[in-house]
């Protein structure tokens, strides 16, 4: 099945730092890919979407100098979390937009980046 | 507005036993229906697909039943094991290109 990886799986930082997250959908292409946060005992909720090629599209409240999207590449999207705060540890997870075979485009999701701000 | 409602919110269930979480949702139009576990610190994996002519798909001991004129959807869990504890997330998509709807989940918990 189609796979989507993350890197760092945790990661801990001082506040006011920048932390740089990568998904990437390791055995098919994703012109689309798509930033989660899920915060304890809540749904994941979306932050923006990332095409490949063009600037990413942000949902309401989210703001787009504070996690910096980039999709690079058809397999790669970064999400850089600039001048972290403690209010930002959450968990972050990624998902790829991909056929992988299937007959109906489906969201494969990365294993999530637990992130804990100092 | 388009809503993904699931109950129960948690459920308790022995090693062994059946259970089945529901799914109702008022997205439209409708594309799928999709359920997805989630273990605790990791990201979501998909159970079952079902796009709105398909009434119902297994994966294993997981059954899902879709009921497009109800808006309703069904996860069956059969002979729950102890890995079956996790959290399941009925998602549903609507027009192609639009985001997921997802509901808040079910928490499952299955103990010996």
């Known amino acids: 099945g189609a796979v989507v990886s993350q890197h760092p799986s945790w990661v801990i930082c001082k506040s006011g730092t920048s932390v740089k997250i990568e998904c990437r959908s390791l055995d098919f292409q994703a012109t689309t890919m798509f930033w989660y946060r899920q915060f304890p005992k809540q749904s994941l909720m979306l932050m923006a979407t990332s095409n490949e090629g063009s600037k990413a599209t942000y949902e309401q409240g989210v703001e787009k100098d504070k996690f910096l999207i980039n999709h690079a590449s058809l397999t790669l999207s970064t999400l850089t979390v600039t001048s972290a705060h403690p209010e930002d540890s959450s968990f972050y997870i990624c998902?790829?937009?991909?056929?992988?075979?299937?007959?109906?485009?489906?969201?494969?999701f990365g294993p999530g980046t637990r992130l804990l701000v100092l | 507005k388009n809503q993904v409602e699931q109950s129960p919110q948690s459920l308790i269930i022995l090693e062994g036993k059946n259970c089945t979480l529901q799914?109702?949702?008022?997205?439209?139009?409708?594309?799928?229906l999709r359920w997805y576990k989630q273990d605790t610190g990791r990201g979501p994996v998909s159970l079952t697909i079902m796009t709105f002519s398909e009434n119902t798909k297994s994966n294993g001991r997981y059954t899902a039943t879709l009921d497009a004129d109800t808006k309703q959807s069904s996860l069956h869990i059969t002979a729950s094991q102890l890995s079956d504890s996790a959290s399941y997330i009925c998602?549903?998509?609507?027009?192609?290109?639009?985001?997921?709807?997802f509901g808040k989940g079910t928490t499952l918990s299955v103990s010996s």
């Open positions: 799914c109702n949702y008022t997205v439209s139009p409708f594309s799928n």
């Open positions: 998602v549903v998509s609507g027009q192609a290109g639009t985001a997921l709807i």
């Open positions: 998902s790829a937009m991909g056929l992988a075979g299937g007959l109906v485009e489906t969201q494969y």
